[in-house]
């Protein structure tokens, strides 16, 4: 697995801690590493590597630090859905997602979202694929870094 996914499913866990116990990101994050790197109750998982912790760091301190900004970003972009009534789960990929786009030029859109569609398949519940495409897409489009992704249509002769 890709250095940078791992990276993401770390910071989403921390950022998934911390939305559940309001806890300050330094302490998750020290919580999630100590856990990962001492193996305990953790089967078949590798320490993570410095490039991992280094770019989930970016993540959680940046979703972190614009978490107002993400929060009006993500809630302008869902229909018919407030924040606090969006599961733990889909709430954080969406704040990590939105942090991308909006703050990480050197990160191309299309990973982003892919990405996040990429955690919701493996951490999200049976809707949580499509719901998170959905917002996230609408995210990048209307932050300017997606064009418009539906087919194109035929012209009819």
Known sequence: MASRR?????????????????RPPKDAQNDLWSILMD?????????????????????????????????TIIEGAST??????????????LRLATYELSECDDIPA??????????????????TRAFVNGIVDRVGRQLGRLEGRRGKRRRST
């Open 6 to 22: 791992r990276a993401r499913e770390y910071a989403l866990q921390v950022l998934f801690v911390m939305d559940l116990v309001e």
């Open 110 to 127: 299309n990973v982003s979202v892919n990405e996040a569609i990429e955690l919701a398949k493996r951490f999200g519940g049976s809707d």
């Open 39 to 71: 193996g305990d109750g953790v089967d078949e998982l590798r320490a993570p590597e410095s490039v991992e912790v280094e770019f989930s760091t970016r993540l959680v301190e940046g979703v972190n630090a614009t978490r107002p900004q993400l929060d």
């Open 80 to 93: 018919n859905w407030r924040l606090a009534r969006m599961p733990v789960v889909d709430r954080n990929i």
